[in-house]
């Protein structure tokens, strides 16, 4: 009897896990590097580096473990699927930034080159402590270039 007690009791906790809601995090996307104009009209493989702004909206600290991009549609390079780990916890009400690399890959240059707009998909996997892993994604143009 105490074994299905206690097995009742870990069923109600998951769902009531399942049911913790959060707003969603909010998402900025910059690209942090530029090609040189020599080369922004060549094909072949560059290294690209973005920096993703994370907002935590909620009222719980959230962890960041994984960002997950992909370029989508047509634009001036392609992005095939990169995921990066991270373990960022980001406080309740702030942000956070994380940097990081992808190789991206020209195979035919537009008229604006290598420096031209292009669209990333990304999933990133948070971690909540009393609800686990969830996934949130988003759609976003990385075409600005930071101002130091």
Known sequence: MRRFAVVL???FAGCAADQISIPDPEFALLQLTRMPDAASHVTGSFPVQYRLHIGNRGTMPITLKNVNVTSVGMGSYDVPSTSRPFNVQIA???PAEVDFFVSANVQDPTIIGANGPVTLHGIVTFF????????KSF???ANEMATQ
Request: hydrophobic share 45%.
């Open 9 to 11: 009791i870990f069923l």
């Open 92 to 94: 309740p009400g702030q």
């Open 139 to 141: 759609m976003l143009q």
């Open 128 to 135: 909540i402590p009393l609800q686990g892993e969830f996934q």
